[in-house]
């Protein structure tokens, strides 16, 4: 398993369900998650995280014109295969620290993400963190897996 993969993309939303959209760095606050994120509070999924890898695949299913933060994930990532690490895993992403908790989930029926993509890869690919170390997370940054 590759030990170590990059930020694509942080993503924000101010609600749930919708689409995200791209920022350039992001504060991401110890026991809260993306500051200003509708998804960060005291809760096991403060962030969630899909890969580019799943977006591909999506692509090769037909799906045209997807941007990073379609599936509303928080960090696009490349090069670490997230569903596949099991759930305690820390990660040094950026300056923070972040704990995977949930690996999927199930997805509301008729999101957003959903209407507009046919079909969402987030239940089966998508992982949610908790944030253990606060800190700056910015496009580039490598992920590691500890």
């Given amino acids: ?16 369900g919708v ?21 960060g509070g005291k809760w096991h999924r403060q962030v969630s995280l899909l890969g ?12 045209k014109g997807l941007k990073h933060g379609d599936f509303a ?7 670490i295969i997230l569903h596949e690490l099991p759930v305690g895993t820390r990660l040094r992403i950026g300056e923070t ?7 999927g989930k199930e997805c509301h029926t008729g999101c957003a993400i959903a209407q507009q993509v046919g079909k969402c890869i987030m239940p089966k690919e998508g992982i949610f963190t908790k ?12 992920i590691e897996v500890l």
């Fill in 131 to 142: 944030v253990i170390k606060g800190g700056l997370v910015k496009k580039g940054d490598i």
């Fill in 97 to 103: 620290i972040q704990e995977v908790t949930q690996i």
């Fill in 19 to 39: 689409v995200k959209r791209p920022i350039d760095k992001g504060q991401f606050i110890e026991g809260f998650g993306l500051k200003d994120d509708a998804h």
């Fill in 1 to 16: 398993m590759n030990k170590t993969g990059r930020v694509l993309d942080i993503n924000i939303s101010e609600r749930k």
């Fill in 52 to 63: 580019v890898e799943s977006y591909e695949k999506m692509e090769k299913m037909g799906v």
């Fill in 73 to 79: 994930e928080n960090i696009t990532t490349e090069g």
